[in-house]
T-cell receptor, first 110, second 115 residues
Framework: RKEVEQDPGPFNVPEGATVAFNCTYSNSASQSFFWYRQDCRKEPKLLMSVYSSGNEDGRFTAQLNRASQYISLLIRDSKLSDSATYLCVVNVGGFQKLVFGTGTRLLVSP | NAGVTQTPKFRVLKTGQSMTLLCAQDMNHEYMYWYRQDPGMGLRLIHYSVGEGTTAKGEVPDGYNVSRLKKQNFLLGLESAAPSQTSVYFC??????????????FGDGTRLSIL
């Protein structure tokens, strides 16, 4: 089993739609969780950290479920500019050994 | 505010050639990392450094060497390039992990092709 697993997609949604991605992780001792965004042929950029109580940043909401070992990302009112690959990232060690999922691709169409 | 800068941006090498990729960060980060990204594989850690003068192996270190002579610079070397090392290489840096939730900041990548 991979340490971090994501549905590769693509998720094709129209503008204005709400879309959600899930990511599962295998190490129950994982402490830190992040969502990164990666545009085609660009570097990953931090979208948001994921906190135990869940957190929101504008149209983006992240949730953590430690019991089931998954994190989620909800995007409301999708914009064309949200088209990208979303990487689930988990810290599995004390030194910040980040493990990256292979990403979920989102395509938002007019 | 440059952040993390990688040079070069693109390079084509012949099998057996050597080269060095340079990463520089101006955020005073203690930790620095080198990753490679291949289709369908996600980012994989090659080597990392937790401070000036210290380096350690990551998940896929074979065929690579690194050095961290200055806090702001982290060099990745390929001594004898192989086609399997064709990839996109990303450098990243972060604050130490005294507290959780310290994200990594990435450079914009080096696209390396080995013929």
């Amino acid at each position: 089993r991979k340490e971090v697993e994501q549905d590769p997609g693509p998720f094709n949604v129209p503008e204005g739609a709400t879309v959600a991605f899930n990511c599962t992780y295998s190490n129950s001792a994982s402490q830190s969780f992040f969502w990164y965004r990666q545009d085609c042929r660009k570097e990953p950029k931090l979208l948001m950290s994921v906190y135990s109580s869940g957190n929101e940043d504008g149209r983006f909401t992240a949730q953590l479920n430690r019991a089931s070992q998954y994190i989620s990302l909800l995007i409301r009112d999708s914009k064309l500019s949200d088209s990208a690959t979303y990487l689930c990232v988990v810290n599995v060690g004390g030194f910040q050994k980040l493990v990256f999922g292979t990403g979920t691709r989102l395509l938002v169409s007019p | 505010n440059a952040g993390v800068t990688q040079t070069p941006k693109f390079r084509v090498l012949k099998t057996g050639q050597s080269m060095t990729l340079l990463c520089a960060q101006d955020m005073n980060h203690e930790y620095m990392y080198w990753y490679r990204q291949d289709p369908g594989m996600g980012l994989r850690l090659i080597h990392y450094s937790v401070g000036e003068g210290t380096t350690a192996k990551g998940e896929v270190p074979d065929g690579y060497n690194v050095s961290r002579l200055k806090k702001q610079n982290f060099l990745l070397g390929l001594e004898s390039a192989a086609p399997s090392q064709t990839s996109v290489y990303f450098c990243a840096s972060s604050y130490p992990q005294g507290a959780v939730n310290q994200p990594q900041h990435f450079g914009d990548g080096t696209r390396l092709s080995i013929l």
